[in-house]
């Protein structure tokens, strides 16, 4: 069996050690990052350096006449005169034009892989054992079109640069503080572990049985403190289990009322999918009478003293088809398909489509989209009818003409979609209940277009609300999550909620 002196001897020295490694393997990481981007951008510098004068001597498709001899003294002028271990040419499909390779490996055809700068202390490691140099290059235009590239490699050598002295370095210095730590920890342990060994046993026997175990304090100083806070923490272990006890008792009654309530919403859940059957076959009979409404309207004379009759009865019948038809929107369930996209076109095709309404009741309307807007994952047509809704309640509530001003701006990890009216405002106690199903202050409403809008902001996992300020006018805002930021959202089909 392992005794805690050995465990807390293997602790210290495996903090130790990966504390010094990492510290090393850091070092390593950030120098040979720098060496790279450095020769990177060389290597790009040197390469376009080349590229213009290497233009008349790339066509479209391949070298001009003589240009590969000319091509070939240009990358030879380059590797004698810069410190690359190769430079060549290639055309737009990969081939090799002219190559200098003092070294006679030859160059490589097609698009050359770029060295990448490494991403981990592990991949740093890496790098100083299996050789790899590093290619930067520059394109070739011609009448803007690109002909070819011209292409330089540097060595190993040159890419590890200084690594491989600051591993060495870095590795003796870490030597040096792991025996010191290890001779550290040897004399810690033997001060440290032999007044613990018999409060490590009380603690097994305390995992075994939970009913308050308590220990003698003993006389000295430092393992009485121990002692003490092991008695306060057997303690606060039977007082806790008390306590669970009756959390657990907590917890069940409430999941009795969740199963309750699940229970109740499914029952609703049904209903509604009742209701939205009914309305629909109440909307067929309505649909029949209005038909026939109209054959009779067309048949009698303007002076038929039942023509008023009939009117009332068209007139009432397509206000209670509308009415189903906002119904049935609202109840039935669809799935909402979203994908990252702006909201700014379903915003301002929104206002345009209210615009010759807002003329005619000389409402001027503006839309404000902040730059750099985050993309959502949104339903662009369950979103287009949410924000035509409230650009209507809008117009609705400026009979005597005004301004209505939507924006679109972003807000931590939401977009907010606002829109405002200069009306007269919202009472409070009507705030409270805009956005319930049927709930109307207006004679000839339905009450289902704030409810639809509020569908809407929660089936794409946000919320909406309204304020109306002082001095009048109604301010009404929707709350959309950034693309990313709602789990299960992006690209998905996700079910309105009944």
Not at 122 to 138: D, K, N, S, W
Request: charged share 20%; hydrophobic share 50%.
């Amino acid at each position: 069996m392992i005794t805690l002196r050995v465990k807390l001897f293997a602790l210290i020295a495996g903090i130790t050690i990966f504390s010094t490694t990492g510290v090393t393997a850091v070092a390593l990481w950030r120098d040979l990052q720098r060496s790279q981007e450095l020769l990177a951008r060389e290597g790009a510098a040197l390469a376009a350096s080349v590229a213009p004068a290497a233009t008349r001597w790339v066509n479209p498709d391949g070298a001009a006449p003589a240009g590969r001899a000319a091509l070939a003294l240009l990358v030879n002028q380059l590797v004698t005169g810069a410190p690359v271990a190769r430079a060549w040419v290639v055309d737009r499909f990969g081939k090799v034009l002219a190559c200098a390779d003092p070294s006679g490996k030859g160059c490589p055809e097609g698009a050359p892989t770029v060295f990448t700068p490494a991403q981990s202390p592990l991949e740093v490691v890496t790098r100083l054992v299996e050789p790899e140099g590093i290619v930067a290059g520059a394109p070739i235009l011609r009448d803007g079109q690109l002909v070819g590239a011209v292409r330089v490699e540097f060595e190993h050598e040159q890419v590890l640069g200084s690594a491989w002295r600051l591993a060495w370095t870095a590795s003796a210095l870490a030597a040096v503080w792991i025996f010191l730590g290890h001779v550290l920890a040897v004399v810690l342990l033997r001060t440290i572990t032999r007044p613990l060994t018999e409060v490590s046993e009380a603690s097994e026997a305390l995992a075994r049985d939970e009913a308050g175990r308590q220990l003698e304090v003993p006389q000295e100083r430092e393992l009485a403190e121990v002692v003490k806070a092991f008695n306060a923490m057997s303690q606060r272990l039977a007082e806790r289990r008390v306590e669970n006890e009756r959390l657990i008792e907590g917890l069940e009654a409430r999941v009795a009322q969740k199963t309750r309530d699940v229970l109740r919403a499914d029952r609703l859940a049904t209903l509604g999918g009742i209701a939205a059957g009914f309305a629909h076959e109440l909307g067929n009979s309505l649909n029949v009478i209005r038909g026939f409404t109209a054959v009779a309207l067309r048949e009698l004379p303007d002076e038929h003293p039942n023509r008023p009759d009939l009117e009332a009865v068209r007139r009432e019948t397509q206000r209670a088809a509308g009415l189903l038809e906002r119904f049935l929107v609202f109840a039935r369930s669809r799935d909402a398909v979203t994908q990252p996209q702006s909201i700014e076109p379903v915003l301002r095709e929104a206002v345009e489509v209210v615009g010759p309404a807002a003329a005619q009741a000389r409402v001027a309307t503006s839309v404000e989209v902040a730059p750099d807007l985050p993309e959502v994952n949104a339903d662009a047509d369950m979103l287009r009818q949410a924000f035509l809704n409230l650009c209507v309640n809008a117009l609705q509530a400026m009979p005597e003409g005004g301004a209505l001003r939507a924006s679109a701006r972003a807000e931590g990890g939401e977009v907010l979609v606002e829109v405002r009216d200069s009306g007269p405002g919202i009472p409070p106690e009507v705030a409270a209940h805009v956005f319930e199903p049927f709930y109307t202050t207006k004679a000839s409403g339905t009450g289902l277009g704030l409810a639809i809008v509020r569908q809407a902001a929660e089936t794409h996992g946000g919320a909406v609300e309204v304020e109306s300020p002082p001095g009048g006018g109604a301010l009404f805002r929707m709350r959309l999550p950034v693309a990313g930021a709602a789990a299960g959202a992006g690209g998905g089909a996700r079910a309105a909620p009944v």
